[in-house]
């Protein structure tokens, strides 16, 4: 009899997704990730979650009527992770007409029919907030909802929710051959020790790696497909509402600059096609000028490529034509052949659909119960999202000592789950050490016992965006009271 009915390779959003969903059904799950949960392109997205705006522009009507109502589901099962938000597209006269947009916007909310998210609506940005950052030539600007979504955390809470049910997640595990017959034998470095492992059936998640994996360690067919390289770059904040700026770049495409982590902007996308190794995905000079540029054609306060704080890369994969949003889900099986699932694109939207239905093709192999993920949040989700102000007030209620920048940023990375890390703590100090103005030791220990943090960069760019503002002191003492853990603290360790 095989250790497990799913071996999943691949820790991304997708892999989490089908380990999460198949172990809800009653498989026995194993999934393996050779570095971090969501260390690729799955910590480099737009962080959207919304039906796609550009898509009514290619007719993809029911496509996007999907992904709003993907976009509902998240807010139910994920409030503290999804946020909704307003977005604005000023007018532009060189662009598309004023009209056309309306019309989308108009379309967009009869797809969003059951939503309880507000409607579009026209802005005369001269008399309202979100036109003080911009230049003075735009008059008028459309506003609609969508949301975003800490896509780093939706990553790792979703595999943490796996695990709840029974999947056991192995990070700093690569499969580096596998043999097929009636069932699959995975040969597995895991942190150092050779494993084997026995599976009836493989899923292979890994996204830009996804044909080399297939060709050098699966050993069959890789799917003809291409990469293609999206990049973002962080900057100082460039305005003061918290509304979505979706801009018409001179080239048709649309640029979104959002809030990021308080003090900061995010501007993207800019995408290309991608050769190489997805382990080293850099943005090029040509796209940080690209998205600066984008920028200073609407907003008051310059940037220049100086200003950029951090950039964000990743790689995620296509077939022929289709977007990078389409996502692939193929089965491979045969007489005597153990059965492959191969999954790959997709986007954040519509990555638990994507899950539900790569598991819902095994059910020719072995039974399993109904689909289930639509109506059972993530850990930490057990409130309503119209209720997530008052989580932070009643946070600050119990906990004094937190400031209201802090109780927010905890509740929005753990929902009703934060008192597993504040406790009975009376004061700062009983969180153990600080590292930085918000990270604390209690912190600390969680992410390595509950949530498989091993190195400070887990924590300071995955499990958190910390990174942007603590000071290199502070890191190198993260590093060192890690390195000092007790080892059996880290989850999943030997």
Known sequence: MADYDLAIIGGGLNGVSIARDAAGRGLRVILLEQGDLGAGASSASSRLIHGDLAGLE???FLRVRSA??????????????????????????DERPAWQLRSWLLLYDRLASRSGLPASATVDVTHHPIGNALKRPF????EYSDCVVDDSRLVVLTAVDAAARGAVIRTGARCSRAERGREWRLVTIDRGYRQIVTAR???NATGAWTSSVAETVLRVPPPKLSAVQMDQIVVRRLFDSDNIYV????????IFASPYERDFTLIGTASHAFKGDPAIVAMEAGDVAYLCDAANRYFRERIETVDVVRTLSGANMAQGAASRRDVAVTLDHGRGKAPLLTVFGGDVTTSRLCAERAVSKLTQFYPMSARWTAKAPLPGGDFAWDRFDNEVDEVRER?????????????????????EILGDARERSDLGPAFGPELTGAEVRYLMQ???????DDILWRRSKLGLTMPPSDRDALAVFMATAAPGLICGAR
């Open 58 to 60: 290619r007719r993809h």
């Open 68 to 93: 709003l109502a993907e976009r509902d589901v998240w807010l139910r099962i994920a409030p503290h992770l999804v946020r909704p938000m307003r977005f604005a597209i000023p007018a532009h006269s």
């Open 139 to 142: 008059g008028t600007a459309f």
């Open 201 to 203: 059936a493989v899923a």
């Open 247 to 254: 801009f018409q770049n001179s080239d048709g495409r649309l």
């Open 399 to 419: 906990w004094r000592f937190l400031g209201e920048d802090q109780a927010r940023r905890l509740v929005a990375a753990y929902g009703s789950n934060v008192k």
């Open 450 to 456: 509950k949530e498989w943090a091993r190195f400070p």
